[in-house]
């Protein structure tokens, strides 16, 4: 059977998942304590977290992120769960497999294995912070994620250390750059404000395998591969939100509709996108939308 990697690097179009996060929010997760709502749900709403995959399985994602955006032990300290950060991670992964086992799905499904780039609350050294990403990657890598996606790169300083930690799980490395666009247009780290060809030209190299542009409105999109394609040859993931990036108990309202999803899909793809998914505010219709748009498309 295929890796994951073997189908990214023939080509195949394949269909990430979407918006955890925001799926589960709309299914009436009732947040705790901010920023590890998410990554609580693991432990305390199992069998949501295992639906939310299984419907996205359903819908025709072919690759699942574990909900461990924001669940490495710094981050879990500021919640009080730091000592759970490993069970945590080791659960997440296990209930992306139970997902893809209760769905039969007859195509293959693979796990991959999420990280936040996004520093932890505190005055911590970046060796320390380094080793956080380090620690979460390989229990991750432990518990069977065929890759580490390193998301919401909005910072050069703060992604630079989050990939070199994550690259100690041995397993491919996904980069996944948050961009915006500045007052002159230009594509840009939606943190930072630097420039996105600067960014990708310090931070890519040969233990980067897929480059995905996520947590980016999509009308950003289109901007950023431009940039992305006269730096990088290599497999290309597109995840925008469909809404702006969820707080606790506010709401999440959709800016496009699943079919303008399709559209814009095509128009990836006619760019060099070879794998499509979302984040915040992408649920299971907007995969099946796409997912069937892109095989009439094929």
Sequence with gaps: MPTLYDRVKSGEFLFLDGGTG???????LVHGNAPCWSAEAVLGQPDLVR?????FI??????IVSDTFRASALHLATCGMDNRWEEINTTAVRLAYEAIENVGAKRQVHVIGSISAIPPD??????TIREQHSRQSVALAKAGAEAIHVEMINDARWGELALDGASDAGIALWAGFSCSR??????VLSASGMLLEEALGSLLSSRVKVVCLTHTMASDIGACLEVLRQQWVGPIAVAPHASRSPVP??????TYTPEEFRAKARQWITSGVRIIGGCCGITPDYIRTARDGIQLLA
């Design 22 to 28: 925001t799926e589960l929010t709309r299914r009436g």
């Design 51 to 55: 639906t939310v995959h299984e419907d």
């Design 58 to 63: 359903r819908a025709g994602s072919d690759i």
């Design 122 to 127: 505190g005055d911590w050294s970046p060796e």
């Design 182 to 187: 500045d007052e002159r247009r230009r594509p």
């Design 249 to 254: 108990n506010q709401s999440v309202a959709d």
